[in-house]
């Protein structure tokens, strides 16, 4: 059995793969799993932590400790995990990236543009078009105050992109799933903020590279230490290459699989069975065997049960 931790909003984003695979995958919100005294004896996958609050984060990391010592396999630490703008600026000051990363709510400024604003936690993507001086910063980081986006989650990142083809961009994506680097499909754009994709604007030669680049796993050697900066063990690296070497834009904990791809070009479908295939062996070797349920027995989780006792929604007890 293998248990995936989420926040209550985003427990959709594994449903492909709870019918397929010789594994059951519970999905549990923390919510419930702060509550309950009685858990299930399987692996757990901690994700969701950018979307945690900082009592959240304490009792997801004190969960998280409680099952380790109890013998169960474990992913994703909430202690550890680097969020957004650690991670890149960690991946900067190792040399793992080449741009560079600041906080709003820091005097420090960009001494490099192009750069772009966007929020740390949230998955919405850039708030700015491409910023090109400092007064195109501050005239975007008023906007987005007066929009009512807090400071302390504005940050700005250095753009650093290349089209993979004259007016195409190309995200890529890998995921880790405990000891295996299992390669995804790619986004293919004509902007250089390429988040969802536009069908069939790649064309044959491209989608064939994709097909090649899942078949040899290209980049899990190079992408690993990405992961490791990050304390994740399980989640998906979004990453664009610049030059020869990948540049990592962020790993996402809790990403939406999907399944059952239909495209224009049968490449490309092939490419999305054999890549989900692959995650679906690779969740099939964290699988723990079911077995019986074993009691939580935590200071701080005991109390927070009580204190959260007929009602919906945790309450801090800090």
């Not at 990391?61 to 380790?68: C, D, E, G, M, T």
């Not at 105050?145 to 250095?158: A, C, K, Q, V």
């Not at 491209?206 to 690993?224: G, S």
């Not at 699988?287 to 309450?315: C, E, F, N, W, Y």
Request: charged fraction near 30%.
């Amino acid at each position: 059995m293998i248990v995936l931790l989420v926040t209550g909003a985003h427990d959709y984003t594994h449903q492909a793969l709870r019918s397929t695979g010789n594994f059951d995958l519970r999905i549990l919100s923390y919510q419930s799993a702060f509550r309950t005294p009685w858990l299930w004896r399987a692996t757990y996958i901690f994700t969701d932590v950018d979307r945690l609050n900082f009592w959240e984060l304490e009792l997801a990391a004190r969960l998280f400790r409680r099952l380790r010592e109890m013998g169960m396999r474990v992913l994703n630490d909430p202690a550890r995990v680097r969020q957004r703008f650690s991670l890149l600026r960690t991946l900067k000051d190792r040399g793992l990236n080449r741009f560079d990363v600041w906080r709003v709510e820091d005097t420090a400024r960009p001494t490099r543009f192009p750069v772009f604003l966007r929020t740390e936690s949230a998955h919405r993507g850039p708030l700015s078009d491409l910023l090109h001086d400092g007064d195109e910063v501050e005239t975007a980081i008023e906007s987005a105050l007066t929009r009512g986006h807090p400071l302390r989650e504005l940050i700005l990142i250095e753009y650093c992109s290349q089209p993979i083809r004259e007016g195409i961009f190309r995200k890529q994506a890998i995921y880790r799933v405990g000891d295996r680097m299992v390669p995804s499909l790619s986004v293919h754009e004509s902007r250089w903020r390429a988040k969802e994709g536009e069908l069939g604007v790649a064309g044959q030669e491209l989608y064939d590279d994709e097909y090649e680049m899942v078949v040899t796993n290209r980049y899990q050697d190079v992408l690993r230490p990405a992961f490791e900066t990050a304390n994740i063990e399980y989640g998906r690296a979004d990453f664009g290459m610049v030059g020869d070497r990948p540049q990592v834009y962020e790993i996402n904990t809790n990403p939406a699989i999907k399944a059952g791809l239909s495209h224009p070009f049968p490449i490309r479908v092939e490419a999305e069975k054999l890549a989900f295939s692959r995650l679906v062996d690779a969740f099939e070797s964290i699988d723990t065997p079911a077995g019986s349920h074993v009691r939580i027995r935590d200071g701080s989780l005991g109390r927070q049960k009580r204190k959260d006792l007929l009602m919906t929604r945790t309450r801090w007890t800090p």
